[in-house]
């Protein structure tokens, strides 16, 4: 059973930068594609970057060029590098894996709890 671990989150000011980090114990998880959602309060979630198992990657225009999503299999871990923080990249990030390498939520069974990322201007 994949059982997704969050950590990074914190608070930062603007221009700042932070890494979080997803990991897993299960040997399974280099062959899932991960991926990061966020939610802010009032707002719905919205997808910001996957991985998929061969590396290939994909971004929400919005992070694009300040933020890094990246893999280490031998660690069970994905991490996303985010720079050049905004006050609107405030929110819960939470990871999530699945089969399938897309931006459709419902397509994840796999979630993490969530971390906060608070950015003040």
């Known amino acids: 059973q994949v059982q997704l671990v969050e950590s990074g989150g914190g608070s930062v000011q603007a221009v700042g930068s932070l890494r979080l980090s997803c990991s897993d114990s299960?040997?399974?998880?280099?062959?899932?594609?991960i991926t990061w959602f966020r939610q802010s309060p009032g707002r719905e979630r919205e997808f910001v970057a996957a991985?998929?198992?061969?590396?290939?990657?994909s971004y929400v225009a919005s992070v694009k060029g300040r933020f890094t999503i990246s893999r280490d299999n031998a660690k069970n871990t994905v991490y996303l590098q985010m720079n050049s923080l905004k006050p609107e990249d405030t929110a819960v990030y939470y990871c999530?894996?699945?089969?399938?390498?897309?931006?459709?939520?419902?397509?994840?069974?796999?979630w993490g709890q969530g971390t906060q990322v608070t950015v003040s201007s």
């Open positions: 299960e040997r399974t998880f280099s062959s899932y594609s």
């Open positions: 999530a894996a699945g089969a399938v390498f897309t931006r459709i939520e419902r397509l994840y069974p796999y």
């Open positions: 991985v998929g198992w061969s590396g290939i990657t």
